[in-house]
């Protein structure tokens, strides 16, 4: 049996990579179409090695596609997404417009993909915020274990979770230092090439940003409403690749070892974790990797039952496509009926 699909977004980082993954994983697609705005009509994209060519979102039919993997911003998809549900295909959403919609399941399939029952209500499912997509897949094993009561994390996000225009200033930046040109800051607050910048989106009244907002709320919807989460989130000069430092504390004993054990048999969890030099994953290895790495698993003697743990991930795999093509295999593999 195959699904007609269409991407929305094809044209941007996450909906490239999202043709990528169909690809990659033979997702049984009777048909790919790549969907963009008009200023992208015509735009090539790469689907295995077939060249699609973008059409235009406003004037397509969507009466006989299946799927739609939307990538398109929460602009777009407040406009579009209702619409689109209307016409029978199920949305699978990348934006934050729908995260939160007690109507809508966000979803990482390794975590809480028996909430995809619900999708039918709004035939719309919501992908997580790529930082809380991989924080989840490595807690929600020791979650299961020892019961989570508390989460400190610190987010070290690559700029091109900021789109195209984040990776370009990073990259006109460094050229710009290395031969003397005036460094110019169009995309983020502040210079990002040789910096750290601890802002992502916008301030909030308690002085948190929305970034941070997202994390918090999304864990609990996902994992637990009882957790209690503090966010730190960081934009950093590099391509890709999102990294985490995370402070867990339990209700009940967890030792390191017994984490580690736990985590090596989770699904979606790779660990790389030798105490000694180079013994842990950094992001530029896990570009282009489906897994989500966990490494310096060790004690935090901080609270009584504690946790620390390292935690790096493809944003624009796990983070988005990855994890919006996996809900679609869960969909037609538990949900969708295809007609005879």
């Not at 508390?150 to 290395?178: C, H, K, P, W």
């Not at 209690?228 to 950093?236: E, G, I, L, Q, Y």
């Not at 570009?287 to 620390?308: F, N, Q």
Request: charged content about 25%; aromatic content about 6%; proline content about 5%.
């Amino acid at each position: 049996m195959s699904w007609k699909v269409a991407v929305v977004g094809a044209t941007g980082n996450v909906g490239r990579e999202m043709l990528n993954i169909l690809a990659e994983r033979e997702f049984p697609a009777s048909e790919v179409v790549a969907l963009a705005s008009r200023a992208s009509l015509g735009t090539e994209c790469m689907y295995g090695e077939i060249r699609l060519k973008a059409q235009v979102l406003d004037q397509y039919d969507f009466r006989g596609t299946d799927i739609v993997l939307m990538s398109a911003g929460g602009t777009v998809s407040g406009e579009w997404s209702p619409k689109i549900a209307a016409q029978g295909p199920v949305v699978i959403d990348n934006s934050s417009k729908w995260r939160m919609d007690p109507d809508v399941p966000l979803i990482v399939p390794e975590v809480n993909g028996q909430a995809l029952s619900r999708y039918a209500k709004k035939n719309i499912i919501a992908n997580p915020n790529c930082s809380t997509a991989q924080m989840m897949v490595a807690l929600k094993p020791l979650h299961d274990a020892a019961k989570i009561k508390r989460v400190v994390v610190s987010t070290y996000q690559s700029v091109s979770g900021a789109g195209r225009d984040g990776m370009d200033e990073l990259f006109n930046q460094t050229r710009a230092i290395f031969v003397a040109d005036p460094v110019e800051k169009k995309k983020f607050s502040k210079q990002i090439a040789f910096n750290l910048i601890p802002h992502i989106g916008d301030f909030l009244p308690d002085g948190g940003t929305a970034e941070e907002q997202k994390m918090v709320a999304e864990t609990r919807k996902i994992l637990d409403p009882d957790i209690a989460v503090h966010a730190t989130c960081v934009r950093v000069p590099v391509f890709v690749g999102h990294s985490e430092s995370i402070n867990v504390e339990f209700e009940r004993p967890i030792s390191a070892a017994q984490a580690k054990s736990i985590l090596r048999e989770a699904p979606g969890v790779m660990v790389i974790d030798k105490h000694e030099d180079g013994g842990y994953i950094t992001p530029v290895e896990c570009v282009g990797e489906y897994a989500t790495y966990v490494s310096r698993i060790r004690k935090d003697p901080t609270v009584e039952h504690g946790l620390a743990l390292w935690c790096v991930s493809d944003n624009l795999r796990k983070g988005a496509a990855l994890n919006a093509v996996q809900i679609a295999e869960i969909l037609i593999a538990r949900h969708l009926k295809k007609a005879a």
